[in-house]
């Protein structure tokens, strides 16, 4: 078993306490790594050391800091087997998809260097002999905590704008899977130009570390990626020095499928997304709506699909679905399922859960409806719901019947109708016949408990920097 220590102001460091927490190979359940178990005292260390960082950082001319920026990517790059190998290990997910999530975690770095130049100021025109501008600087320190679902990617979509425009930072992991985010801080901390302290990765409990990462006065802005419950936890941390705070949290997102659409496109993208990584996807789908019409037919290749899928250990070549992260999920996803099958619900194809391993296969649950606690909650697994409707249903009203707000995801052949829904969707993203997450797109949603800002794209990189505004009087 490998043992990690946390990164603090450029050296490898074990908590204060000296205590450790072992995380699992939810494949297996052996012991994987062992990782430092940080306290307040380690929270403390970790922004001490990025905020000496900042004014070195930040007063880089911006080339710079790309420079180092690109070193960062090509070393993600030559290490991506190895990550890859990890991210199967301690997450779960099969190496095909894992090493694509890190050639795409490389990527972030490359594409926020090149958007780093096209962030700019303003000029406002006011009356008199006076010059006005808005100048955008970096936030400062940013405290960044990530889930469990796809680590490595989560900690390149963070680290990689907030560095590039000049934002040094302290990241923490979730503690199910810490030591990806210790071995992504390995690799990086071999770019040249890096300065010490400029990125910071502490592990340990959330309620602990988080917590007062969350809450330290000199933590300036907190960038939180994980479920709605702890982002309320987070925010009240964060509110007695009125942090900003970025939150990207739950979701439930409902899928439209109307009787004209494209059903073998349509399972094409959502069934691949509903099982890709155990459908441990915030972006997924959540809950379907199916049109009388194509009703059995959408089921059947729903069906056709899910049997296409091969689970097993991530590191086998064949494996296209690995195990849930934990048993605690496990037990959740399970309980979903269960939960269903007793309000009427029909078991059209899986449900297997694993006694060894954290496994369940994927699963159709078929004839569910809009009330069923299945159909209400987040379930972040392997298992498809599927509810039919008529024409007398109100779809858009089903579909806002959430306190999740996150995106939707339509399915019509009528371009207008999907034009219109996207007016009407209470979502922050709407994905009409297609679902694609570019460099380029911000995504994140301040609608109802699903968050608060935009992460990704020139937007998300925006969210990282402040706008001061200068006014200068040159009349005599
Ligand atoms: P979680 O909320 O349980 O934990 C997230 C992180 O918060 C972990 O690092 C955890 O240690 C930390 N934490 C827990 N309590 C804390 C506290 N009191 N103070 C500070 N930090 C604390 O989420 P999870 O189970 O790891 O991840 C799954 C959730 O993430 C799902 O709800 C999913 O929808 C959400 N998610 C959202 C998006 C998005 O873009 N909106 C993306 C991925 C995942």
């Known amino acids: 078993m490998k043992e990690y220590k946390m990164y603090i102001g450029g050296e490898w460091t074990d908590a204060a306490s000296g205590e450790i927490l072992t995380t699992l190979n939810p494949s297996t359940e052996e012991p994987f790594a062992r990782v430092p ?52 290990l ?31 100021g303003d000029q406002i025109p006011v009356p008199g002999e006076t010059l006005s501008y808005l100048k955008r600087e970096p936030c ?34 979730s503690s199910i899977n810490s030591a990806i985010g210790l071995h992504f801080a390995e690799v990086i901390s071999k770019a040249e130009g890096l300065p010490a302290g400029a990125v910071n990765v502490i592990t340990g409990p959330g309620g602990g ?22 982002g309320k936890r987070i925010l009240a941390s964060a509110a007695p020095t009125v942090k900003k705070c ?44 199916v049109h009388e019409k194509v009703y059995d037919d959408f089921v059947e290749k729903f069906i056709a699909y899910a049997k296409t899928v091969t689970v097993g250990d991530p590191r086998d070549k064949g494996t296209t679905m690995g195990p ?21 619900a029909r078991l059209a194809f899986g449900g297997d859960v694993s006694e060894k391993g954290f496994f369940i296969t994927p699963t159709v649950l078929a004839d569910c409806r809009h009330d069923m606690t299945a159909a209400r909650d987040e379930i972040f697994g392997p298992v498809a719901v599927i509810i039919k409707y008529g024409d007398a249903d109100d779809l858009v009203s089903l579909a806002n019947d959430s306190r999740y707000g996150l995106c939707a995801h339509v399915w019509t052949r009528d371009i207008a109708r999907g034009l219109s829904l996207a007016d009407k969707l209470q979502v922050g ?10 460099n380029e797109q911000p995504w994140g949603t301040s609608v109802k408990e699903s968050g608060i800002g935009k992460e990704g794209g020139l937007y998300g990189m925006l969210e990282f920097t402040d706008q001061k505004l200068v006014c200068v009087h040159y009349g005599a």
């Open 37 to 88: 178990a940080a306290g307040p005292a380690d929270a403390d260390r970790a922004v001490r050391a990025a905020r000496a960082a900042f004014p070195v950082w930040s007063g880089l001319p911006q080339a710079e800091r790309n420079k180092v920026l690109f070193r960062i990517a090509a070393l993600i790059r030559e290490n991506a087997e190895e990550m890859a190998r990890l991210e199967g």
């Open 90 to 120: 301690e997450h779960g997910t099969p190496y095909r998809d894992a090493f694509s999530v890190c050639m795409g975690a490389a990527e972030k770095f490359e594409w926020s260097a090149n958007a780093a130049c096209r962030v700019m």
């Open 246 to 289: 970025v939150m990207e949290l739950g979701g439930n997102n409902p899928v439209l499928i109307y009787e004209d659409a494209d059903t073998d496109a349509a399972i094409a993208v959502l069934a691949w997304r509903q099982f890709n990584n155990s459908g441990q996807h915030c972006s997924g789908p959540g809950r379907y709506y």
């Open 324 to 344: 849930l992260v934990s048993r605690e999920h496990q037990g959740k996803v399970a309980g979903y399922i269960k939960s269903a099958l007793d309000e009427g």
């Open 140 to 173: 400062g320190v940013i405290g960044f905590i990530i889930p469990w679902n796809l680590p490595t990617i989560m900690t390149a979509v963070k680290l990689a704008p907030a560095l590039a425009v000049g934002n040094t930072c302290v990241l923490k992991p």
């Open 429 to 438: 993203a709407v994905f009409v016949n297609c679902q694609m997450l570019a």
């Open 209 to 230: 570390v988080g917590a007062a990462l969350a809450s330290h006065p000199e933590v300036d802005m907190i960038g939180f990626t994980g479920s709605s419950e702890t």
